[in-house]
């Protein structure tokens, strides 16, 4: 599982961003997962699905539709292709460990839908959820 770590932060987030104009969300999510762990050849495997979430942020609620899908690299590539964004550590852990130092609640359900959608198709591959 491949997951960010924030330092500024003191935080551990799933790669996410937002849609720039003329993408499709499956567009985004390639693109924000490529430019924040540097891996450029991630191949969306499932679209895990969409929550609607609603929070305070610089002094107004933002409200958002939040989408989920499971990554893959191709077999037997660990290393990134190119940089990150340099305020991301990405990170390879277990399903395990993911779910135990991800921040937000939220997210770590996003892993456990993952995992299952992996282990119900008895996959072996590294994966990465974006959003």
Do not use: C
Not at 42 to 65: K, M, P
Not at 98 to 113: I, S
Not at 118 to 126: E, L, T
């Amino acid at each position: 599982m491949l997951v960010l770590r924030w330092p500024n932060r003191d935080e551990v987030r799933l790669p996410k961003g937002h849609v720039e104009p003329g993408e499709t969300v499956r567009e985004a999510a390639l693109r924000e997962a490529s430019e924040e762990t540097g891996y450029a050849d991630l191949a969306i495997v499932a679209d895990l699905g969409r929550q609607r979430v609603a929070f305070a942020a610089e002094g107004r609620r933002v409200v958002r539709t939040e989408r989920y899908y499971l990554m893959a690299l191709p077999r037997g590539r660990l290393e990134p292709r190119g940089p990150g964004e340099a305020k991301f550590n990405p990170v390879w852990l277990s399903w395990d460990e993911a779910l135990e130092v991800l921040t937000f609640e939220a997210e770590r359900e996003w892993v456990r839908r993952a995992r299952q959608l992996v282990d119900d198709r008895g996959a072996d591959m590294k994966t990465s959820t974006a959003g």
